[in-house]
């Protein structure tokens, strides 16, 4: 039965081949402006049905090949201005958003939203920051930060909400394994990239870092901050 997946995975993949394959991209025989607006349809269907945000190259697939997705995106996020929802850039592609306007009142409605980001602890909170601003960081560097053990516990339930995985190894003896960000976390957070992560100087000004980690090895370790 362990073939059953990946013969499933396969299968998949060749009827989005196919699929692709038969879609109309060009759609030559619309006027100009009628295949524009088939297009920004295309983009933003798919934008609304997928989990994640969708990059350059999956919306490039449903236009034609001198389409600018820039400008598509551009009428797209212009037609939305007067909408509750908007179409944001965010972990290397774009993705719809509530306008935090609305944010009190989907919260008081109790209505099940998707794709929340998973219920962290204070200290796995801490460590998922230390983890942002030091990666690829050890676990054993990251304990030295807290002045006390990163449990493997702490590290599984971060991993488990798909705000971490696994790095480089690390070139210290033993070669254990660091731990950096993912898209999903840029994603959860509302950042492009993992420059548009606040200041450390501006977290400190709102007291929201503890002693250890402003004198730990955090500050000194930051590695140039590229995107995921």
Request: hydrophobic letters at 40%.
């Amino acid at each position: 039965m362990t073939g059953a997946p990946a013969a499933k995975t396969t299968r998949n993949k060749k009827a989005n081949v196919a699929a692709e394959r038969l879609l109309d991209r060009e759609l030559g025989d619309l006027p100009a402006d009628l295949r524009w607006r088939e297009w920004m349809m295309r983009v933003e269907a798919v934008i609304f049905a997928s989990a994640e945000p969708v990059t350059r190259e999956t919306l490039a697939r449903v236009v034609g090949k001198d389409c600018s997705i820039d400008l598509l995106i551009d009428d797209l996020q212009e037609e939305l201005r007067s909408r509750p929802y908007e179409l944001v850039s965010v972990a290397g592609g774009w993705q719809h958003r509530s306008r935090p306007a609305y944010a009190e009142a989907i919260r008081a409605s109790c209505a099940p939203t998707r794709g929340g980001a998973a219920a962290l602890s204070e200290f796995e909170s801490m460590v998922l920051m230390a983890i942002a601003y030091s990666q690829p960081v050890t676990r054993s560097e990251l304990s030295k930060i807290f002045g006390k053990e990163v449990s493997r516990d702490t590290i599984s339930a971060l991993r488990g909400a798909g705000f971490i995985a696994s790095g480089p190894r690390s070139p210290t003896p033993g070669a254990p394994y660091t731990y950096v960000t993912t898209k999903h976390f840029l994603s959860a957070l509302g950042l492009e990239t993992l420059r548009d992560l606040p200041d450390l100087e501006a977290l400190d000004d709102a007291g929201l870092l503890g002693r250890r980690i402003k004198e730990g090895s955090m500050v000194e370790s930051n590695p140039e901050l590229d995107g995921e």
